[in-house]
């Protein structure tokens, strides 16, 4: 399987983890515990995590045959507005991260796709691709300021908790407004039975 070309991994970049010192031993393990600002544009366009806002990486990293097996969690804080009624939603998030990173030239590497397991680059991984597939995959497409939001009246955009019940529009077709207008600019015409009393006066 032909291989797609890498980016070069910078071990400077703080979602870059360098394994040096992890044995390629399998089952050999170590920690790797640590707070990273989170890249650009980590979420949806309603809710995300803030550029630059701290990510707790709480994971350990396993030798195996064919590479190194990241698996933890990542925590941090959302941002974002409420679907139904705009209001802004700040909030904290866990998420799990389960990942196999390919060492070069194993059989796996080989043999998968890069959508199918990640790659290592000499001792390097770069975790951001898995940190970004967790914490967006968990995002709500449209999220919620809380379960029972009532969100926005449609015809005036008030918030409904901020207005009576039975609030409500009268819903007056279009066709017929104009002429609603025109009777009650016009006066009231008499009924026959009075003029007709007018007459014999």
């Not at 709480?58 to 679907?83: A, I, K, Q």
């Not at 390919?102 to 898995?130: C, F, H, K, N, W």
């Not at 009246?153 to 529009?169: F, I, R």
Request: aromatic content about 2%; proline content about 9%; charged content about 25%.
């Amino acid at each position: 399987m032909p291989k797609s070309p890498q980016k070069h991994l910078d071990p400077r970049q703080p979602l870059v983890v360098d394994t040096t010192k992890l044995p390629r031993r399998p089952g050999a393990t170590r920690a790797l515990k640590r707070v990273v600002p989170a890249p650009a544009d980590l979420g949806l366009e309603l809710i995300s995590v803030p550029e630059g806002s701290d990510l707790e990486l709480d994971m350990s990293l396993t030798s195996v045959s064919e590479g190194v097996y990241v698996s933890g969690n990542v925590r941090g804080s959302l941002s974002g507005e409420c679907g139904r009624c705009l209001n802004e939603i700040s909030e904290s998030f866990d998420v799990s991260v389960a990942e196999l990173f390919a060492y070069e030239d194993s059989t796996t590497e080989e043999t998968t796709d890069e959508d199918e397991v990640g790659r290592m680059q000499g001792d390097l991984i770069d975790l951001e691709p898995a940190v970004r597939d967790a914490v967006v995959l968990t995002l709500p497409t449209n999220p919620v300021c809380r379960p029972d939001c009532p969100g926005l009246c449609p015809e005036c955009g008030v918030h409904l908790d901020d207005l009576p019940a039975g609030h409500g529009h009268e819903d007056v077709d279009p066709r017929w407004a104009a002429l609603r207008t025109l009777s009650a600019e016009q006066p009231t015409a008499a009924s026959p039975h009075h003029q007709q009393n007018r007459i014999e006066e």
